[in-house]
Every structure is written in structure tokens, then in C-alpha cells.
């Protein structure tokens, strides 16, 4: 995915009420969908959390996708090696 910065869009976002400019060489709506995801996020553990600066409400928030991520992968991984079992399974039965 090589784009030139003629290809990429420049997409106005808001997270905790900072102003960014980004570029995005996808959908911008999904760009803005995710800003506004990464905003309900910092701001669900800045109101829990009041004395935090933006910086560790962003590592925590960091923290807190990676550790969705890594049981999303997880479970991606248990689905891939059961479908493999199944597929064993079904190809053996298939030579008998």
C-alpha cells in the first residue's frame, strides 16, 4: 500500500477536545469513525480518572486496545485452528 500524498485525503478529527489534522489514504469516514471511537475512549477513562494528564489517558487507553487486539487475536487463532481440525477431519472422511 504505497500511496503519494496525492492519493491520501486530510481529515478534521476532535480527541479529547484536541484538534487534529490527518491524512488518510482510505475512507475518510472510517478515519473519522475511529477518531470518534479513540474519543469516547479517553474521555470514558479521563472522566473515571480526573487527575490524569492527557498522556497516561492515552497510554491507558493504548493499553486498554492492545489488550483488546491481543483477545481478538486470540480467539482469531483458536477459530483458524479449529476450522483446520474440521477441514482435517472432513478430508480424511472424504478418503474412507
Do not use: W, Y
Not at 491520501?8 to 475518510?28: A, C, E, H, M, Y
Not at 497516561?56 to 487507553?61: D, M
Request: contains cysteine.
Amino acid at each position: 500500500m504505497d500511496n503519494d500524498a496525492g492519493d491520501r485525503k486530510q481529515v478534521k478529527v476532535s480527541i479529547l477536545n484536541q484538534s487534529f489534522t490527518l491524512l488518510t489514504g482510505g475512507d475518510p469516514g472510517q478515519m473519522i469513525e475511529l477518531a470518534n471511537q479513540v474519543d469516547e475512549l479517553m474521555a470514558s477513562i479521563a472522566r473515571k480518572s480526573p487527575n490524569l494528564d492527557s498522556t497516561r489517558v492515552a497510554i491507558f487507553a493504548c493499553l486498554h486496545l492492545a489488550g483488546q487486539l491481543r483477545s481478538r487475536q486470540h480467539q482469531f487463532d483458536e477459530t483458524v485452528q479449529r476450522f483446520s481440525q474440521l477441514l482435517d477431519q472432513a478430508l480424511q472422511d472424504s478418503r474412507q
